[in-house]
């Protein structure tokens, strides 16, 4: 759809969503008002757990807190657009709208990837150099290794956006999505479009693999850490410190190399979005019961908030 104001074409995009089946519409309302709201009051909860309780004012916390916000940043860029969709039974959002979306997600999905890969370095200091952690990883380092992240997510994120705005786009506006997904505005486009696929191939592969091989550096150093001590209670302490973060990793980059591949094979579009939706979606709703159900001090620390009493674990 596209309109005219001032002789300036207004495009208007048109979100296909999961289905178009009237009678899967409540249902499928009523799934993402769950995750959403799930997601928002446990990631608060992991915030306000940090910042009540003095014993958890550490930089592993400290990322945590960022992590979980980042997490509340990236679902309120989706959900809520789609919630409002299927409430009004009106599935179109403007161009700003769209290209608006695309750089949000684009930077705090980015800043999740890099704020990862902070804390793995944490956790690396911490167990291969613990005499030293407190040194290095004192509070001015810990705030400009965040806001280090952001200003890369940012500027990892403008030239998708701006070459976005180059585009010339037809008769088929129809998003096979729930939201704006770079990849699939890109493939409506009318006009050439082999630099933005190049650009966003190699921009995403640079981008996520540097933060990758950072992961995959400090676990290969902790796990030598570990193995070296002698005692099996001294190592499952050491582990148990990273055993969250560990899974969280897991988690969000499992569910990344599912969406790369989805997209790179051919398939139905119900697939491509379910497997974005457990990339943009379900990590950012289970980050906070894998950090509070395997980390001791985080659910003493959470018992104490909701009950006022410590907790017994």
Known sequence: EMELTNQTPV????????????????LIFSLFLSIYLITILGNLLIMLTVSSDSLLHTPMYFFLSNLSFTDICIS???IPKMLVSIQTQNQRITYTGCVSQISFVLIFGGLENCLLAVMAYDRYVAICHPLTYTVIMNLL???????LSLIMTTVNALPHSLMVLRLSFCTDLEIS????????????????????FLL??????????????GIIFSYTQIISSILRIPSVSGRYKAFSTCGSHFLV???FYGTGLGVYLSSAVKGSSVKNIVSSMMYIVIPQMLNPFIYSLRNKEMRESLTHLLTGKPSLL
Do not use: R, W, Y
């Open 76 to 78: 309120t860029t989706t």
């Open 249 to 251: 990793v897991s988690l």
């Open 177 to 196: 999505h729930f939201f704006c997904e770079l990849a699939q505005v890109i493939k409506l486009s009318c006009s050439d479009t082999l630099i933005n």
């Open 141 to 147: 380092h810990c705030v400009s290794l965040v806001l």
């Open 11 to 26: 495009f208007k995009f048109f979100l296909v969503g999961l289905t178009d089946d009237p009678n899967l519409q409540p």
């Open 200 to 213: 966003m191939n190699l921009g995403t592969s640079i981008f996520a693999g540097i933060s990758l091989c």
